[in-house]
């Protein structure tokens, strides 16, 4: 059980200074630790960077769907 | 436009039609898992390939996010009886169908997994009730879970199918309408004035709304879904710019999750590129399992959802104000306040009556008052 924790979560260093500042801030928040603290700033980072993404259309596709949302009359 | 939730939208449809199906063992789905299938292969489910295998579940229930971190709330799953599936094992394939749906789908069976009803249903639903609608459910499936990946095969038209759009036709009819932000409501009932109050003031801050009711199995006394689709077409016609809204169906089976609903619907209409997406008082509710805000607080623990969650509180009609308000523009005291009552509407159209003008549109009431059997039976 502790080996299938361990394996989900990881440990980084951050600098001590840094760490005192956080603990400092997250006290009285609904931050339980400064791991969720972390966690939370690093995870809303991350969800800004776009990732790369199929190019979900072909040109046949893109004539299908404009043809079905015309026939639907959703487009004009 | 936005990402779809994990990065890339889904397509689980098959690419090859000609696939020799004469040798795998077939197996009767219920409608609402064809739904599921259906939802994974257009994308509605993304970044979901099929149905969860075990680490993902207990990382749902535990972290409310699949393994690889990603936000994801609500588990799709498979069960199957055990002596249904004897004769399969980890590493076959096998064929899905449905009747209802004419769905046919693989799946790639990478797992057989057993788990715990009473853990899912508290983590779930924060209840072991079993008079919860969704605990209940779930006490009622089978003893067994197959995960793996799904390919659809085939699924047969439906009704409602022209206000049926995929992710895929949402994505490219925003674009085409130039719409950058679009915020998505989810409902289950034709709209009253409070519907509209809320929905317009949302689309007063964006450049389109997408209207997105719930289609699927009903309880007796509900609006048919003809009633509540036709009830937004006049809406939309005699109150709405054409060019700013868009009403187009879900097809999926609400859980009365509350909270953790709230968190899968808008994942769903972040698939369907939308932007924001409306909150209101006791989303996916149900009786009183949940605080009425509940729903609104979960959002902030999800800073990498990446759709806006716009909440709306209590809202209502003031004799002194003359309008629909909210708490936090209206200064009056409650006694000024009349609150939109769906049972009383309700009642009112039951009796064959048309509700007050400043609770219903005329034209909605008209509306729904011109079916035979506006209720489901």
Redesign the interface.
């Known amino acids: 059980m502790l080996k299938e924790e361990e394996k989900?979560y990881t440990t980084i260093s951050i600098p001590t200074p840094l760490a005192e500042k956080i603990k400092k801030r997250i006290k009285g928040t609904?931050f339980t630790s400064l791991s969720s603290y972390v966690t939370?700033?690093l995870?809303?980072i991350?969800?800004g960077e776009?990732?790369?993404?199929?190019e979900?259309?072909t040109k046949e596709d893109?004539k299908k769907?404009?043809e079905?949302?015309r026939a639907?009359g959703?487009?004009e | 436009m936005i990402q779809p939730h994990g990065g890339k939208l889904i397509n689980k449809k098959i690419k090859n039609k000609k696939i020799d199906l004469k040798n795998l063992q077939k197996f009767e789905i219920n409608t609402n898992t064809a739904e599921d299938i259906l939802n994974i292969a257009n994308g509605v489910f993304s970044p979901l390939q099929g149905f969860l295998c075990k680490n993902d579940l207990e990382n749902v229930l535990k972290e409310k996010r699949l393994e690889n971190d990603i936000p994801w709330t609500i588990p799709i799953l498979l069960d199957f009886d055990k002596n249904q599936i004897k004769n399969i094992k980890e590493g076959d394939t096998i064929l899905l169908t449905n009747n209802e749906t004419g769905v046919k789908s693989l799946l790639e069976l990478e797992e057989i997994y057993s788990y715990d009803k009473k853990k899912l249903a508290q983590s779930i639903f924060g209840t072991d009730d079993p008079k919860h609608p969704g605990v209940a459910n779930i006490y009622n499936m089978k003893e067994k879970l197959l995960a793996g990946e799904i390919t659809l095969i085939d699924s047969k038209p439906r009704e409602f199918d022209k206000y049926n759009l995929t992710p895929k036709e949402t994505r490219f009819l925003f674009k085409e309408k130039g719409w950058k932000e679009i915020v998505a409501f989810q409902t289950r009932n034709p709209p009253h004035i409070g519907h509209e109050y809320v929905q317009k003031t949302a689309l007063t801050f964006v450049d389109g709304i997408f209207i997105n009711p719930i289609i699927g199995k009903k309880k007796t006394g509900d609006f048919t879904d003809e009633v509540i689709l036709a009830s937004y077409e006049t809406l939309i016609k005699h109150y709405y710019l054409k060019q700013r809204a868009v009403l187009s169906i879900l097809r999926t089976s609400m859980k009365y999750a509350g909270p953790r609903e709230a968190i899968h619907h808008a994942i769903m209409r972040k698939n369907f590129g939308c932007t924001h997406f409306i909150v209101g008082r006791d989303h996916a509710g149900v009786g009183n399992y949940y605080g009425p805000y509940d729903a609104h607080e979960i959002f902030s623990e999800f800073p990498d959802l990446g759709i806006v969650p716009v909440f709306f509180r209590s809202f209502y009609r003031c004799i002194k104000c003359g309008g629909v308000v909210n708490e936090k523009i209206c200064p009056h005291d409650q006694q000024y306040h009349i609150n939109f009552s769906g049972k009383k509407i309700r009642e009112l159209l039951v009796n064959g009556q048309i509700p007050p003008e400043d609770m219903m549109r005329k034209e909605v009431s008209e509306t729904i008052l011109r079916f035979k059997k506006p209720f489901v039976e």
């Open positions: 989900k609904g939370y700033v995870r809303e991350i969800s776009k990732e790369d993404s199929e979900a259309f893109e769907v404009r079905r949302l639907l959703y487009l």
